[in-house]
Antibody
């Protein structure tokens, strides 16, 4: 069955960096676009970034453009999110999700807390 | 960017009730709209795609409709396991996605 498992969350100070990973299994990873979505505590969902199946096309929400970088490793069925210059408002649960369109499988999420 | 306005933000209902959630897009998105169900502490689960197509796990009491800018999710005969938060999402283009603010369905 499809599984997505995020890792790498934690507490980080404003202005610092953190990297997230998502391990995929149970499907032909290289055939799917992959996404990161975040959810602030008690609030709604925000799309963060997308990488197409070939890894060449990447898209970002305006709120993270220039600070976050998405990437993927089709040999190891992994996606990554490198988050630089973190802000307090980046505090959220970060989910990786599979899509096509729309996002048909999601991981359990990982908490990122940006705090001094 | 395409904005989604989802309402109501909270809906109080009883088991057996018929409830409707509305999602309005700031511009036409054809039928490129999905609905997700999220329970506390869990990831969202895809419920409806292309405005009206149910995922295989979803019971037929759920139905989606609409096109263009106005969409609805209806639950006909609310069950205890349906109390959750529901989000709409537009995927009209492949480089930017938007979610609605969510509707919490709670027990009256």
């Amino acid at each position: 069955q499809v599984q997505l498992v995020e890792s790498g969350g934690g507490v980080v100070q404003p202005g610092r960096s953190l990297g997230l990973s998502c391990a995929a299994s149970g499907f032909t990873f290289a055939s799917y676009a992959m996404h990161w979505v975040r959810q602030t505590p008690g609030k709604g969902l925000e799309w963060v970034s997308t990488v197409w199946s070939n890894g060449d096309n990447k898209f970002y929400a305006d709120s993270v453009k220039g600070r976050f970088t998405i990437s993927r490793d089709n040999s190891n069925d992994m996606i990554y999110l490198q988050m630089n210059t973190l802000r307090v408002e980046d505090t959220a649960v970060y989910y990786c999700a599979r899509g096509g369109n729309p996002f048909d499988y999601w991981g359990r999420g990982v908490l990122v807390t940006v705090s001094s | 960017d395409i904005q989604l306005t989802q309402f109501p933000s909270t809906l109080s209902a009883s088991v057996g009730d018929r409830v409707t959630i509305t999602c309005r897009a700031s511009q036409s998105i054809s039928f490129w709209l999905a609905w997700y169900q999220q329970k506390p502490g869990k990831a969202p689960t895809l419920l409806v795609y292309q405005a009206s197509k149910l995922e295989t796990w979803a019971p037929p009491r759920f139905s989606g409709s609409g096109s263009g800018t106005e969409f609805t999710l209806t639950i006909s005969g609310l069950q205890p396991e349906d109390f959750a938060t529901y989000y709409c999402q537009q995927y009209n283009n492949f480089f930017s996605y938007t979610f609605g603010q969510g509707t919490r369905v709670e027990i009256k």
